[in-house]
């Protein structure tokens, strides 16, 4: 995305390890840090979101935490399955617009997870 | 309730020719959104809309046309279409309002452009 920086772009793990993947973003200002996640041939969806006055967010086996001090914000799937495998994106707020309510994606990160 | 839907899902082409893509959705959101998905570019935001009549520039709007004359509905038009114009393409609603932020996606066009 604009300001926004994914990592890793690939991601292999087993059936039932931890998957974390990592989002480091520029803009002070930003409020509101979303995870969606794309199966193959589907479309995004929304899988997670956290906003700037929260540290942590849960939900069953996926959780996002924020670090508003080092910039960067990470979704965490512990006892990863294969129904996990997917394209997973932290998209931001454009702000190359007046009203600066678009979503840029970027390119995703790719988890694979392997039974 | 359909939610939001995108026409035609598949559709094949040949340069030069005109293509248009619908996208309509049933919830009244404020905002519509076009995406384009290529392999090693991710999704690119091609064209974005905060209202009727009210169309704006996203990262790639090049070879694209909008218009957005009613709430529900935002075609995306290909002027003259070209080989590098063939992806997977998204439509995309969100409502306005502050803390909604959500984005729903249709379920995609695949645009083979030959």
């Known amino acids: 995305g604009e300001n926004v920086e994914q990592h890793p772009s690939t991601l292999s793990v087993q059936e039932g390890d931890s998957a974390v993947i990592k989002c480091t973003y520029s803009d002070s200002a930003s409020n509101y840090f979303p995870w969606y996640k794309q199966e193959l041939g589907k479309r995004p969806q929304l899988i997670i979101d956290?906003?700037?006055?929260?540290g942590e967010k849960k939900d069953q086996r996926i959780a996002v935490t924020l670090n508003k001090t080092a910039k960067h914000f990470s979704l965490h799937i512990t006892e990863t399955q294969p129904e996990d495998s997917a394209v997973y994106f932290c998209?931001?707020?454009?702000?190359?617009?007046?009203?600066?309510?678009?979503?840029?994606f970027g390119k995703g990160t790719t988890l694979s997870v392997s039974s | 309730d359909a939610g939001i839907t995108q026409s035609p899902r598949y559709k094949i082409t040949e340069t030069g020719r005109q293509v248009t893509l619908m996208c309509h959705q049933t919830?009244?959101?404020?905002?519509m959104f076009w995406y384009r998905q290529d392999l090693g570019h991710g999704l690119r935001l091609i064209y974005y809309?905060?209202?009727?009549?009210?169309?704006d520039k996203g990262e790639v709007p090049d070879g694209y046309v909008v218009s957005r004359s009613k709430t529900e509905n935002f075609p995306l038009t290909l002027e003259s279409a070209t080989r590098s114009q063939t992806s997977v393409y998204f439509c995309a609603s969100r409502p306005s309002g502050p803390g909604i932020n959500e984005q729903f996606f249709g379920p995609g066009t695949r645009l083979t452009v030959l």
């Open positions: 998209p931001e707020r454009s702000h190359r617009n007046q009203a600066g309510t678009a979503l840029i």
């Open positions: 809309s905060a209202a009727a009549d009210i169309t």
């Open positions: 956290i906003r700037s006055n929260v």
């Open positions: 919830w009244s959101h404020s905002y």
